[in-house]
């Protein structure tokens, strides 16, 4: 019996041993498997390359070429952020949009002892594309801001009142800035930071920004709102964008230095631009001619009002209506070439302008309104 008992003692160890063994070896199988499913894996070049089994991930991975756009992950926090740290997601208050993405809509009292802010490219998980109307205002104490790359645009008044603010980085990608974005920026020496995505800037957008000492708008902007660089007294050059058709309302009212990148004699106004609105130039004061283009059609009224050094100006054959008071006040205006064809003039067109002569075709719609008007004419230049 004692032997009986030994001997099933003995298989029951040897079962045992031999199934620890069948469940080892189930182990590294599946290790093995797994290994090679994760070394096969398809992964995106610009082309598709499968190499043995493709194993499901749920994503596919992507993979930087030279010349190629890559995707971006989504939610990716620091995207178009160039290395920048972001800012605690705690500083920010925000709200979803009804894409699922996420806007900027304010700070908390955190934010206002912040001398620099990196907005992050996601928070929660979800892209940053917006930021919202004031969103940072009055930040006195902010010198240096940040926008990821995930972001079309900033609203109204995002940035009013940052009085220090003289950094700022945008991404490529973004297409508008709202109304008064970096108005009263006195800090801003520059407009350098546009993205060549841009295509749209709200009225009043760097308005009062009296740091501002020079513009440049990327050529991919086509709209300005009205009085976009009012009040940059200190502005001195200026670069038009070649999609730009329309020079606002009140856009350079005020900028008393404006002249051009080349000199301060004479202001060009590139081929391409049809209208200058209303007061567009008032009160600037440095430029001794002005140069239009060959495209332009209307001069608003009291456009060129009160730009005190102005001697000498031609209205090219293109125009057909100038507007009130549009060369008023302009005291040392002394020479004016009025177009041959049909062109309506509004009232008081030379309103205190008293040294001005026209010259104007016999016959022309132009001499007649000046022999109505009292204004001396001079024959054309031969």
Known sequence: MKKIISLILVGAIACLAFTSCDLNATTDSSKTTESTESTNTTVT????ATTGTTATTGTTATTPTTGTTVTPVLGDPTFGLDGETPTDVSVFKTKVLADGTVAITGTYSAAAELTKIVVPAAIDGKRV???DESAFATLSKLTEV???GYVKSIEAYAFRDCTALATVKLPEGLEELGEGVFSACKALTNTDFLPSTLTTLGARVFESCEGLLKASL???VSKVGERAFQACNNMAEFKFPAALTKIPTRMFQGCKKLAISTGYDVFTIPEGVTEIGAYAFFECQQPAAISLPSTLTKIGKNAFDTCRRLKTITIPESVKSIGDCAF???TLLSTVVMPSGDVTIGKDVFLSSNKVKVQAVAGSAAEKWCTENGIT???PAA
């Open 45 to 48: 070049t610009g082309t598709t």
């Open 129 to 131: 594309t917006k930021i």
């Open 146 to 148: 940040v926008i990821p």
């Open 218 to 220: 990327p050529d991919s």
């Open 328 to 330: 008023a006040s302009c």
């Open 377 to 379: 004419l001079v024959a």
